[in-house]
């Protein structure tokens, strides 16, 4: 679909290059391409062309051999990963090889990871909402980390450009907490999750639940097809009905004829010219030949997800930067934060038993955070808050699995519809520490001879506490609601395993405690611009990647604007 830089030889000189083609990379490519910009684009792994490179996206259990499941050489390759519960057969192509891309755990981390085009856009959870204006002022409010060097009203054009053509399904209830966005219609809530909804709404004044804000369409859109309602989305969707950037940002880059996507491309390196004061291109390792290969240009966005970013510019050494590019601060590779995960409640029901529902809505029910809002309940206990997502279905003939029970009667009950179960689980925020961090374990080496990256973070009192009221809260909503054999749990994850890494590279209004400005430049090589997770001053409560579209386009826009002035 793209022009193809393989043999690393011909072109090396670009207008731009970008680092990275996931979800921040692709709508970096995108911009930069549409405003005529020759852009090379850095892909770690192989490529992936929408449909044609999704083999497992009409799959059925039976048409494999174990159902599903990893064999035990699978399981060797993805030994990390499978921690989060997420890989199977029906995906394991698109996440990376542990083996080779192995990290330090200096304590207990999760790092989910995919190296091919496309990254983690094809197997993210696409629940989609803007932050606000409590979360871009938060640590100013409360002193913990640095002062966003931008408020709600920088970003909200940029929310509303990026939503339009990605294409956001949800319901506006004009929330202060959570500013609607630009939403296609919604899905539906199902019979069980209205009656949850109108219950809790009627026992607890200010709480609300919603269906998610999510990444499908809807309705078609550019040329792209609505959702199936197949719920096959982490083996790649074929109608380009959620937003990848396969499917969505890279053929629009394509299309201009300005785009070349360069693969196996182990970024090394940013280079740095002292004379010039800015950077002026990038080394690369071949991911397959291990030959060097550097590569120029005006401007570098670095989009390779939040810790390898930061793994890149700490790796950019020079007698400028000796501690790594842009770390004047002192603060590149600090603060990393991800969102707590899996506390939250289960209960059954029954009532509906004549009624079921249509498809695998690949979406579920959000309740927006409610504590420590203005006019609302104020927590002596912590600061910051959470919300939920979950949802209610019937259980399946899955249910027998653990049942001590055998003949026809037993099974034949199995394919009667089980009951309905409601659930929810908390994403809390978690405080911007210093002493959690990231740093080059020079002691250890990946596959391509580079220092991996040592990871040193978990969480603190404050993030406990959110969880220990999220888990309360949880219970006591679902026996308000009239659920029944409620069960309450946390499963005391360690951090990573939201998969919302941020932070590490952040964004501030002082280069002497923060790595970036208010456009995403890094202050003292301003030609660099971070666009993804690395680049988060704090993580609010809600998932960030539509925050990461809207931060990219907005800098790449600026990108191309001074650039045309000759400031970068």
């Not at 913990?144 to 709600?152: C, E, K, N, Q, T």
Request: glycine letters at 10%; aromatic letters at 10%; a negative charge.
């Amino acid at each position: 679909m793209a022009n193809y830089n393989i043999d690393a030889k011909q072109d090396v000189t670009y207008d731009a290059i970008v680092i990275g083609s996931g979800i921040s990379g692709g709508w970096a490519a995108k911009e930069l391409c549409e405003n005529g910009l020759k852009t090379l684009v850095l892909e770690r792994g192989r490529i992936v062309n929408h449909v044609s490179d999704y083999p497992t996206m009409n799959d059925d259990p039976w048409d494999q051999e174990l159902r599903g499941s990893l064999t035990p050489e699978d399981r060797e390759i993805h030994y990390k990963g499978i921690r989060s519960g997420f890989i199977g057969e029906n995906n394991k192509h698109f996440y990376a090889n542990d083996q080779e891309n192995p990290y330090t755990e200096k304590k207990p981390f999760l790092w989910v990871r995919a190296h091919q085009m496309g990254g983690r856009s094809l197997l993210w959870g696409r629940q989609c909402y803007r932050w606000s204006d409590l979360d871009f002022e938060a640590n100013a409010k409360d002193g913990f980390g640095v002062d966003w060097p931008i408020r709600y009203k920088d970003l909200e054009p940029w929310y509303t450009y990026v939503e339009k053509f990605a294409g956001i399904s949800g319901e506006a209830i004009c929330l202060p907490q959570l500013p609607d966005s630009h939403f296609l219609p919604p899905m539906e809530l199902n019979c069980l999750e209205k009656q949850v909804k109108d219950r809790i709404e009627s026992e607890f004044p200010g709480r609300n639940l919603i269906i998610g804000r999510v990444a499908h369409l809807t309705e078609p859109l550019n040329g792209r097809g609505q959702c199936q309602f197949r719920n096959r989305c982490d083996r790649g969707c074929p109608y380009g009905a959620y937003f990848s950037s396969n499917a969505v940002t890279l053929p629009a880059a394509h299309a201009t004829g300005n785009m070349t996507i360069r693969p196996y491309s182990i970024v090394q390196s940013i280079m740095y010219d002292p004379e010039a004061g800015k950077a002026s291109g990038v080394r690369i390792i071949d991911a397959e030949t291990h030959e060097v290969t550097e590569y120029r240009a005006r401007i570098i966005f670095c989009n390779a997800s939040a810790l390898s970013t930061t793994q890149i510019l700490l790796n950019s050494t020079c007698d400028r930067f000796p501690d790594g590019l842009g770390n004047d601060s002192g603060e590149l590779g600090h603060n990393l934060m991800d969102h707590t995960y899996r506390i939250g409640a289960i209960g059954e029901s029954d009532d509906f038993e004549n009624q079921y529902y249509k498809g695998r809505r690949p979406n579920g029910i959000y309740i927006p955070r409610y504590v420590n809002l203005e006019g609302q309940p104020q927590s002596d206990r912590f600061v910051r808050g959470f919300g939920y997502q979950g949802g209610a279905g019937r259980a399946n003939w899955s249910r027998g699995a653990n049942v001590e029970d055998v003949g026809g009667e037993f099974k034949d009950n199995l394919m009667e519809p089980g009951p309905w179960e409601f659930f929810i689980t908390g994403f809390a925020e978690c405080l911007p520490y210093h002493e959690n961090q990231v740093y080059l374990d020079r002691d250890n080496l990946d596959h391509w001879g580079q220092p991996v990256l040592a990871i040193d973070a978990e969480w603190k009192e404050n993030e406990l506490a959110l969880n220990r009221k999220i888990r309360e809260d949880a219970k006591e909503m679902l026996d308000r609601a009239g659920l029944k054999n409620i069960v309450d749990f946390d499963n005391n994850h360690e951090m990573g395993y939201g998969i919302h890494e941020m932070g590490t590279a952040r964004m501030g209004k002082d280069p002497e405690s923060s790595v970036l400005n208010a456009t995403n430049q890094i202050h003292a090589c301003k030609n660099v611009f971070v666009t993804d997770g690395a680049c988060m001053t704090s993580s609010s409560c809600v998932n960030p990647s539509l925050t990461y579209m809207a931060l990219t386009a907005r800098a790449a826009n600026h990108a191309v604007s001074e650039l045309k002035k000759n400031n970068l």
